[in-house]
């Protein structure tokens, strides 16, 4: 299996179509059109649909374009991986924060990443913990900086610390001049949160389950700063780590609750451990002893 003809494959998949493949190749389409014919004559099974208006995998298709996804991003790294030994550079890494983790970790990443390797080229991606996993799992990712529990199955996590978390509410709102306060008092409260499968859901309904209620979720959204706009905007009370909120406490925007006793997660990474390089490394270095607190 030639890596030329798998990564036309796997461009065709993802583009949608021949030309729209050969474009972004700098290929003409004939070329495009027979890597792809000789793969489905070596594997002996029709890969893609031709349609008229482009193309798309059949089932086999789809699971060779995840598999040539993984081989091509694993040769790329390999490639990374020798430039560094060769002293050309420190290669290159491609690191998923959930955008919740992002405020905690990033900075002080990048700074100490810096100082110990200059020359590392570093790609930051943001997502759901869903869409990361997936991207370590393809290799598309080489790890990615979540908050716990994680739904991770067969890739290496390293809890790196625990976060405790806050409760903001609008600067207007009836408790906004306490600085502390017992969870349950919030039993009536409505909340701003996230759908099921994310973690930041999960941890308001364990912490609001300790203290013997269920919250009343009454809008849900997708990220973190929709998240803070909405409890801005007094459609809510919201449930974060108190330094994703920094700036809009200091502003005056939003008021932010520490909870007795407090409410902690934990954070980590996300990595695969038959998907390791070199540059991989460096970054795992950097990322342990971080104080995300």
Request: hydrophobic residues 45%; glycine residues 8%.
């Amino acid at each position: 299996m030639e890596l030329r003809d798998l990564n036309a494959f796997v461009t065709v998949v993802d583009t949608g179509g021949f030309s729209r493949a050969a474009d972004r190749l700098h290929l003409v389409q004939s070329a495009v059109s027979m890597a792809v014919k000789r793969l489905e004559r070596e594997v002996d099974l029709v890969l893609l649909e031709r349609r008229p208006r482009g193309a798309r995998p059949t089932r086999a298709g789809a699971a060779l374009a995840d598999h040539g996804r993984i081989i091509l991003n694993s040769v790329e790294r390999a490639r990374q991986d020798m430039k560094a030994f060769r002293g050309l550079s420190k290669g290159a890494v491609s690191i998923g924060f959930l955008p919740t983790a992002t405020p905690l970790l990033l900075a002080s990443l990048l700074r100490r990443l810096r100082e110990l390797h200059p020359g590392l080229e570093v790609h930051v991606e943001e997502s759901n913990t869903r869409e990361l996993v997936d991207g370590v799992r393809l290799g598309e990712l080489d790890l990615a900086v979540l908050l716990l529990p994680a739904a991770t199955e067969d890739l290496t996590v390293v809890e790196m610390g625990q976060v405790e978390l806050a409760v903001a509410v609008p600067p207007d709102h009836r408790l906004a001049n306490r600085r502390k306060l017992r969870l349950s008092t919030l039993a009536n409260e409505p909340w701003i949160s996230f759908p099921d499968p994310n973690p930041g859901r999960r941890w308001l309904e364990d912490a609001c389950s300790t203290a013997g209620f269920r919250p009343r979720v009454v809008t849900e959204v997708e990220t973190l700063a929709q998240l803070k706009i909405f409890v801005e905007a007094g459609a809510g009370i919201g449930m974060l780590p108190p330094r994703a909120a920094t700036a809009e406490s200091r502003a005056g925007l939003l008021h932010l609750l520490a909870m007795t006793p407090p409410t902690q997660v934990g954070i980590g990474y996300a990595y695969d451990p038959r998907q390791l390089s070199h540059a991989v490394m460096a970054l795992r270095d950097a990322l342990e002893g971080q104080a995300p607190l």
